[in-house]
């Protein structure tokens, strides 16, 4: 099946800090979507971005799919963006399921 | 806004006990999805649905079961807990194929 893997798997950033957090897969895909888990365990979905780039505030996100990554950037970091950031493609060969990456973890400090 | 509600936040459970955990969406979703979430091992895909009364394993169905009656609700059995199969389980949901994906807020399952 489809691998995807994460880096940096831990980061520690001070607040107002940026960040490039990156999601590479092993084979095409459909789609791509960035998910963030708060330490209650709540996962929330940042962003759809199979190919391009998109912009949520402080987030932006860019998928190359055709040199298979993905990055996620987190500008002027703040204490509440903690948490464990996945990555979750859905593979383009005939059977479609949502695989995850292995996460980052990030730490924000004050 | 978009909600996926899973029965229990918190559940405690004997081995050899018959387990149901339970997801409902209210958006008229057609596909539903059941992971667990283990430390160092990710979220792992058990069993998910394309359609009611559809069902189709996933990476690691093995000690579980799946119903989906009605669209809306997506139904995991441990047909015998056992001791590993104490984690966290997450149901989510997307409105097709490729779309985005929605979480519930988890269910934290242990076996004793």
């Known amino acids: 099946g489809i691998q995807v893997e994460q880096s940096p798997p831990d980061l520690i950033l001070q607040e107002g800090a940026n960040s490039t957090l990156r999601c590479n897969f092993s084979?095409?895909?459909?789609?791509l979507q960035w998910f963030h888990q708060n330490p209650w365990g709540q996962l929330i979905n940042l962003f759809y971005?199979?190919?391009g780039t998109k912009q949520n505030g402080r987030l932006s996100a860019t998928t190359v799919a055709t040199e298979r990554y993905s990055l996620l950037y987190i500008s002027s970091s703040q204490t509440t963006d903690s948490g464990v950031y996945f990555c979750?493609?859905?593979?383009?060969?005939?059977?479609?399921?949502?695989?995850f990456g292995t996460g980052t973890k990030l730490q924000v400090i004050p | 806004d978009v909600k996926v509600t899973q029965s229990s936040r918190y559940l405690v459970k004997r081995t050899g006990e018959k387990v149901f955990l339970e997801c409902v969406q209210d958006?008229?979703?057609?596909?539903m999805f059941w992971y667990r979430q283990d430390p160092g091992l990710g979220l792992r895909l058990i069993y998910f649905s394309y359609d009611v009364k559809m069902k189709e394993k996933g990476d690691i169905p093995e000690g579980y079961s799946v119903s989906r009656e009605k669209k809306e609700r997506f139904s995991l059995i441990l047909e015998s807990a056992s001791t590993n199969q104490t984690s966290m389980y997450l149901c989510?949901?997307?409105?097709?194929?490729?779309?985005?994906?929605?979480f519930g807020s988890g269910t934290q399952l242990s076996v004793l």
């Open positions: 989510a949901s997307s409105l097709a194929t490729n779309e985005k994906l929605f």
């Open positions: 979750a493609v859905v593979n383009s060969g005939g059977y479609q399921k949502v695989t």
């Open positions: 084979d095409s895909v459909n789609n």
């Open positions: 958006m008229d979703h057609e596909n």
């Open positions: 971005i199979p190919s």
